[in-house]
């Protein structure tokens, strides 16, 4: 299955949240050029770290960014 992820959406919550792309990947144990591949699609995500990102940035809808 491919997963299909909102990039304008979850730079969107960054920003609300104050939180860059390098801060954000640190905090989910992955480097920022990771982060930055699967923002982009051309890598996918772990659901462990999907759910991080989501406790993180408050998502509380999950299929909105991700899906």
């Given amino acids: 299955k491919e997963e299909i992820v909102q990039t304008e959406l979850l730079k969107l919550e960054l920003y609300k949240n104050k939180i860059s792309q390098a801060k954000l990947a640190k905090q989910i144990g992955i480097s ?5 591949l ?25 299929q909105k960014i991700f899906f």
Avoid: A, T
């Fill in 32 to 36: 920022e050029k990771s982060l930055s």
């Fill in 38 to 62: 699967k923002i982009q699609g051309k890598q996918d995500f772990w659901l462990r770290e999907v759910k991080d990102i989501c406790s993180i940035l408050h998502i509380k809808d999950v």
